[in-house]
T-cell receptor, first 115, second 113 residues
Framework: DAGVIQSPRHEVTEMGQEVTLRCKPI?????LFWYRQTMMRGLELLIY????????DSGMPEDRFSAKMPNASFSTLKIQPSEPRDSAVYFC?????????????FGDGTRLSIL | AQSVAQPEDQVNVAEGNPLTVKCTYS??????LFWYVQYPNRGLQFLLK??????LVKGSYGFEAEFNKSQTSFHLKKPSALVSDSALYFC???????????FGAGTTVTVRA
């Protein structure tokens, strides 16, 4: 099992640029979650999908943030335009709750730095 | 609403000594509880979960946790800590009727040789 795969692992860009983070969930998982981790705020859930449909985006901080899941094996989190306060580690996690209560499996994250 | 409190930012123990990381939770219904560990520059790794049944749950790498409903606690324990257990530990809770996890702020564990 390859686990959850995120790319890029590191991203450094200038303020105002568009940033796209990518996630490939574990095959067969029907739930996908995007989190942001900062020292100040800890781990925050941004949005989650079920069967490629966004279920709860109440954690998305601003309209500058958007997320899509065009198919079961791919999701993107986009920030446009980016700001220095968006600097954080962004995690994607996936799970399946069809048969039992399973944990969420996390990728290794994308460390984003906005200059 | 659901929430988790990890009252200790840091826990320091000597190798070979028992390790305890504290967690209390709040949910409106019945809880599902989880412990995760995070090593530097890595994602969160699942350690163990409580769903129902036996209050003592055993997980990976010799860790266990005890669910206490009356105290709304789910403390993580290891009888004999290793230097390699040094990491950031997160407790998480979700209501049985929800899929969203709420995480605590994390506890940094340092095990000295």
């Amino acid at each position: 099992d390859a686990g959850v795969i995120q790319s890029p692992r590191h991203e450094v860009t200038e303020m105002g640029q568009e940033v796209t983070l990518r996630c490939k969930p574990i095959s067969g998982h029907d739930y996908l979650f995007w989190y942001r981790q900062t020292m100040m705020r800890g781990l925050e859930l941004l949005i989650y999908f079920n069967n490629n449909v966004p279920i709860d985006d109440s954690g998305m901080p601003e309209d500058r943030f958007s997320a899509k899941m065009p198919n079961a094996s791919f999701s993107t989190l986009k920030i446009q335009p980016s700001e220095p306060r968006d600097s954080a580690v962004y995690f994607c996690a996936s799970s399946s709750f069809a048969l039992s209560v399973q944990p969420q499996h996390f990728g290794d994250g994308t460390r984003l730095s906005i200059l | 609403a659901q929430s988790v409190a990890q009252p200790e930012d840091q826990v320091n123990v000597a190798e070979g000594n028992p390790l305890t990381v504290k967690c209390t939770y709040s949910v409106s219904g019945n809880p599902y509880l989880f412990w995760y560990v995070q090593y530097p520059n890595r994602g969160l790794q699942f350690l163990l979960k409580y769903i129902t049944g036996d209050n003592l749950v055993k997980g990976s790498y010799g860790f266990e946790a005890e669910f206490n409903k009356s105290q709304t606690s789910f403390h993580l324990k290891k009888p004999s800590a290793l230097v390699s257990d040094s990491a950031l530990y997160f407790c998480a809770v979700r209501d049985v009727n929800d899929y969203k996890l709420s995480f605590g702020a994390g506890t940094t564990v340092t095990v000295r040789a």
